[in-house]
């Protein structure tokens, strides 16, 4: 299709090319379309001061002749007389139906035409256009209550728009009519289409920002309806085409016969298109979207009474939207919380671990519309879907925390560090958890490029390959510039989503606050049973023995045990499995109890421990552990020890404290080495202390000061003291100072 040249489609300025169109001042092309004639008057409209030069065809008037002429000279008496009621009354928009004949000897003549008054600066401006008479059934007040009935019956935004388009293609009978709509970066999307049924779909399609300039996003919220009668028009210019009173443009941002973009009209003809129509939605204030409606067959100009009535509709249905909208978001969000409800009972009525019932459920993707999803607790990543590998998974986790908040989003993850781009097809949105670095969880989401499709249709893009380089301009080669303007970009994060993941994080944070202190308890339970609170009586000697858990209130894996192995033979044990917590305390139960077994089987002292470092590194889920065991036979005072990784007992008479180093074996779990008994006769009235770390260990301290404590109250005892006074002594050593958990084994013999 031939295209006038720039220059003569906007005479006001520089012909414009791809890289100014952003910058078109499209509202002073100081030339108009065919289809009608253009006043510009003074502001009482008494005097014409510019025209359009078919004011000769139209009018009968050259338009050098016009400028300068009363009104009345020009549209007649009748005309001018209700344009200067129009003025006087404010400029109310509904239009002027006028049938112009005495003075009036061109095109127009004898024609009912529709006149439009509105003001541009300190100008009167007037439009005038022949009426068609097309409709065989014009608009009604019931035909216009019907339509806005039909509109008010949607419940959803995709309903009401769908019936947009289909209520603005039977008013104007255009070919294609489609609803566009604008995300935050003010690119678009068609998402409702009513067409011939020949026609390929356009339904779905996404076109960049650059499509539709801000300058021209802007007219449309000024003036509602734009009509492109004839894509080959050959637009006419204005005389004169500056304003004399100011020397600029005239402002033709509310005129109906504005001559559009060349830009504009060369992308409408690479699509075949040779007429369309504009309706702007608008909701709150900004423009949300348009009717846009395209014609195939030659030029086509629907009646007035269609255009008025399409842009009515779209007045209407602009607030219609934001209710739409809001209740579309309401129902998303109470979809989302039913689900998230549902996920939650799950878990909680889910014998299974929290974590694990929590990644088993089918929905918890599908929770935040997500394609990928990792966990890390504690130094363990766990995922679920499409995602990428771990270290990026960290470096994501690294960069999305935040100490103040405890759930973080991005759709741009690419925008926080660039080397995550080439992880965008899996990767581009995150939206993360937890108030740790070391315990998070992330949903991703990939590009949007990755999701969305060729509106439906595949054969957009055999279209799009028939389409030569050449073509700068078309819907699908918008769709892959689209395309590219979003890489890298994700669907954006919906509030409740966001919602949603927090209060899932943190419904499985109370479960485990909940599950570990059922555990706590159960295990507190099972340590107060196996570790006595106060030691058993046995004849012949004097026994105390004390545990206290840790300042912090956490379980330990400390443990005594003192029982006969037979009468007169007693077996007494300290040790201290490594960590804290519920494990630490489950774990120390088997050692204690398959240390006595061991015992009880008669061995000695070291092969109990050997035979223990071997049960520990090949069958128990236990880390490491350390253990004293000393077998005493009351009557002779002989005594046989045995450590393990453990600190060395004292043996404390009056005046001395004296460490039973001896030969140690390594740690309980490892499974190397071997225990050397220690043999010592305990005197009457002598001391054998046995201890964890806990006393002589302590933050901010030292232990060889603390050992030597130790060693001064304990040889300070004397043989009449009973040992109960002994241990508190040893006790007091701890003061307030954070101490982890003690436990001290204490016998005399008597």
Known sequence: MPLTPPGDHTPAYAPTDLTTCDTEPIHVPGAIQPHGVLLALTEDAAEVVMASVNA?????????????????????????????????????????????????????????????????????????????????????????????????????????????????????????????????????????????????????????????????????????????????????????????????????????????????????????????????????????????????????????????????????????????????????????????????????????????????????????????????????????????????????????????????????????????????????????????????????????????????????????????????LSPRRSFEQWRQVVRGQSQVWAPWEVEAADVLGRHINGLLLLRSREQIALAESLQRQVVLDRAPDFDGVELVASYEPASSNQLGGDWWDAFELAPGRLALVIGDVAGHGVSAASAMTQVRTALRAYLFEGHSPGVCLDHLDHLMDGLLDVRVATAVVAVLDVASGEVEIANAGHPPPLLAAPGSAVELAGEVRPLLGVGEGRAEPVHLVLPVGSTLLLYTDGLIERRGSDMAERTGRLHAITSATTADEPLEALLARVLAMQGDSEADDTTVLAVRRT
Request: aromatic share 4%.
């Open 56 to 472: 000769a065809a139209m009018l009968g008037i050259a338009a050098d002749d016009v400028v300068g002429r009363p009104l009345a000279d020009v549209l007649g008496p009748e005309a001018a007389a209700q344009v200067e009621r129009r003025v006087v009354d404010g400029l109310p928009v509904e239009p002027l139906l006028v049938r112009l004949e005495q003075v009036v000897s061109g095109e127009l003549a004898g024609r009912e035409c529709d006149l439009r008054v509105h003001r541009s600066g300190s100008r009167t401006v007037v439009e005038v256009e022949a009426l068609e008479h097309t409709r065989a059934t014009p608009m009604t007040y019931q035909s216009a209550r019907s339509a806005m009935s039909r509109l008010s019956g949607t419940t959803t935004v995709t309903a009401l728009t769908d019936q947009i388009a289909r209520e603005v293609r039977a008013l104007t009978g255009f070919d294609r009519v489609m609803v566009y709509r604008f995300d935050e970066e003010w690119n678009g999307e068609v998402v409702a289409e009513d067409r011939r049924p020949d026609l390929n779909p356009f339904l779905g399609l996404h076109y960049p920002a650059s499509d539709i300039p801000a300058q021209a996003r802007r007219l449309y919220t000024v003036n509602w309806l734009r009509l492109i009668a004839d894509i080959s028009y050959v637009p006419v210019p204005l005389t004169p085409v500056l304003d004399p009173a100011t020397g600029t443009p005239l402002d033709l941002s509310h005129s109906s016969l504005r001559s559009v973009s060349p830009m504009h009209v060369e992308y409408l003809s690479h699509m075949g298109v040779t007429a369309s129509m504009s309706v702007s939605l608008v909701v709150d204030g900004e423009l949300w979207g348009l009717v846009a409606c395209h014609h195939y067959s030659g030029p086509h100009r629907p009646p007035l009474d269609a255009r008025s009535a399409s842009e009515f509709l779209a007045h209407v249905a602009s607030p219609m939207i934001a209710d739409r909208e809001r209740a579309d978001d309401r129902e998303a969000a109470l979809a989302t919380q039913a689900l998230l409800a549902e996920i939650t009972a799950r878990v909680s009525a889910s014998p299974e671990p929290p974590l694990d019932a929590m990644l088993a459920d089918p929905a918890l993707l599908a929770l935040m519309n997500a394609t990928g999803l990792a966990m890390n607790f504690d130094g363990s990543v766990r995922t679920l879907g499409k995602v990428p590998d771990v270290a990026s998974l960290r470096r994501m986790a690294d960069l999305t925390d935040h100490p103040e908040r405890y759930a973080i989003q991005t759709s741009h993850l690419a925008g926080l560090d660039p080397a995550f781009a080439e992880l965008a097809p899996v990767a581009s949105g995150v939206l993360r958890i937890g108030a740790s670095p070391e315990r998070w969880l992330m949903w991703l989401r990939p590009e949007l490029e990755q999701v969305v499709d060729w509106g439906g249709d595949p054969t957009n893009k055999q279209l799009a390959a028939a389409e030569g380089p050449h073509v700068r």
